[in-house]
């Protein structure tokens, strides 16, 4: 699977933005999506996942301002981000997870994109 990131951007303090994540290759195998982010100087953390039955989930930090969904047809995750802060400057990564069930057994894995760089000013 690849991932590919895009919509990363300049914004002000509360201003919103829309990231973006085409998938191509096996996406049939993907099961969950996400999206991660890192800080400068930072460890990375999950900001929301979503199933590939639609349940989404979402850091306490970003409930009720950030919204992830999916495009299943065409393959693209989205993350809506509104009311943007400029401690939420980071790098921002999508992540597919996939499971196989192969003649030898079950095969999960984990793939990520590159990162869509976001940059909050205040």
């Known amino acids: 699977v690849q991932l590919q990131a895009s919509g990363g951007g300049l914004v002000q303090v509360g201003e919103s933005l829309r990231l973006s994540c085409g998938a191509s290759g096996s996406t049939l195998s993907i099961t969950a999506m996400a999206w991660h982010r890192q800080a400068p100087g930072k460890q990375r953390e999950l900001v929301a996942t979503i199933s590939s039955g639609g349940k989404s989930s979402y850091a306490d930090s970003v409930k009720g301002r950030f919204t992830i969904s999916r495009d299943i047809a065409n393959n693209i995750l989205y993350l809506q981000m509104s009311s943007l802060k400029p401690e939420e400057t980071a790098v921002y990564y999508c992540?597919?997870?996939?499971?196989?069930?192969?003649?030898?057994?079950?095969?999960?894995?984990?793939?990520w994109g590159q990162g869509t760089l976001v940059t909050v000013s205040s």
């Open positions: 992540v597919a997870d996939t499971f196989d069930d192969l003649p030898d057994g079950p095969v999960v894995a984990r793939y």
